[in-house]
């Protein structure tokens, strides 16, 4: 059974730094994709940001890009989220998730296996 188990997280104030991790029991890890999401209340689950099996491609939402940097450690099985120069805006519960596509999606729902969330709060 695959689990995805993230930590890190917690609050922050506006400017600051946050890492999260996200650590998984996938075998074959370097075969998946990897993907982080954030969710707030009553809006759909967004993307973040995604990285390529071999950590070649990435890809940023616009409102993370230079900020945000995804990273991955296939040795470990671990994927990481670094969060710079935080806003109150990125407050959200974050996700990390997985999928076996050579690509990097977008969607929610093209991702197999998820975390279990981690709240990041950012005040102002």
């Known amino acids: 059974q695959v689990q995805l188990v993230q930590s890190g997280g917690g609050v922050v104030q506006a400017g600051g730094s946050l890492r999260l991790s996200c650590a998984t029991s996938i075998r074959t890890f370097g075969t998946y994709g990897m993907g982080w999401f954030r969710e707030v209340p009553g809006a759909e689950r967004a993307f973040v940001a995604g990285?390529?099996?071999?950590?070649?491609?990435?890809e940023y939402a616009d409102a993370v890009k230079g900020r945000f940097t995804i990273s991955r450690d296939n040795a470990e099985n671990m994927v990481y989220l670094e969060m710079n120069s935080l806003k109150p805006e990125d407050t959200a519960i974050y996700y990390c998730?997985?999928?076996?596509?050579?690509?990097?999606?977008?969607?929610?729902?093209?991702?197999?296996?998820w975390g279990q969330g981690t709240q990041v709060t950012v005040s102002s």
């Open positions: 990285l390529s099996r071999s950590s070649g491609y990435t």
């Open positions: 998730a997985a999928d076996r596509s050579t690509v990097i999606y977008r969607r929610s729902r093209d991702y197999d296996y």
